[in-house]
């Protein structure tokens, strides 16, 4: 079946402009996961949506973050007014339940560039 | 909190040579441990994991056990090759700590024939 798919595959922007990242998650899955990683680090947790509870927010970097998952399936990653700091590749996961042994499923990303 | 910490690279390794990439763990209890690999252009894909001690993880021939007396996940293969060449990943995840995943840095692998 499809994967986890994110679009668009790159975005290049100017600092200042808002921008919107997207994540269709497997079909079915009710754990989505957001990740930055920027050159040379390490995958770092953004935001986890879970069913219908309240995400888990505390990754978000500042309030120029932040992240909606509409009828529990399409999410989008929100950044306002981005700065050059904020170049790097979001990833979005989601897995089947959200459980701690579980697998997750990884996007292809995408690299945001900001000029 | 919990963490991973994982050996920094990059690491080249001619074809058939024996692979250690270390990993270590801080955690309260039992988290669950995986590796995670990202192949040149691709998403990352689990690998292997181990949800309890003395569990081993085992896929494609690498291998990870699980040791809670020494917090460690290492990933071993008794003869890379060069279509192993990958970054990769361990990471952690505890129902304790809302099921967030912690990542490592991540290891790059260079297999040279």
């Known amino acids: 079946g499809a994967g986890v798919s994110q679009s668009p595959s790159n975005k290049v922007t100017e600092k200042g402009k808002d921008v919107e990242l997207r994540c269709d998650p497997i079909s079915g899955h009710t754990a989505l996961y957001w990740y930055r990683q920027s050159l040379g680090q390490g995958l770092e947790f953004l935001i986890y949506?879970?069913?219908?509870?309240?995400?888990?927010k505390s990754g978000l970097p500042s309030d120029r973050f932040s992240a909606e998952r509409t009828g529990g399936s399409v999410s989008t990653l929100t950044i306002q007014r981005t700065q050059q700091e904020d170049s790097a590749v979001y990833l979005c996961?989601?897995?089947?339940?959200?459980?701690?042994?579980?697998?997750?499923?990884f996007g292809p990303g995408t690299r945001l560039l900001v000029l | 909190g919990d963490s991973v910490t994982q050996m920094e690279g990059p690491v080249t390794l001619s074809e058939e040579a024996f692979l250690t990439i270390n990993c270590t763990y801080t955690a309260t209890g039992y988290p669950s441990l995986f590796w995670y690999v990202q192949y040149p252009g691709e998403g990352l894909q689990l690998l292997l994991k181990a949800t309890k001690a003395d569990d081993k993880g085992s896929n494609k021939g690498f291998e990870a056990t699980y040791r809670k007396e020494t917090t460690s996940f290492h990933l071993e293969k008794g003869s890379v090759q060069v279509s192993d060449s990958a970054v990769y990943f361990c990471?952690?995840?505890?129902?304790?700590?809302?099921?967030?995943?912690?990542f490592g840095t991540g290891t790059s692998l260079t297999v040279i024939p």
């Open positions: 990471a952690l995840s505890h129902w304790n700590t809302g099921n967030q995943f912690y």
């Open positions: 949506f879970q069913g219908n509870s309240a995400p888990d």
């Open positions: 996961a989601s897995s089947s339940m959200g459980g701690h042994q579980e697998t997750q499923y």
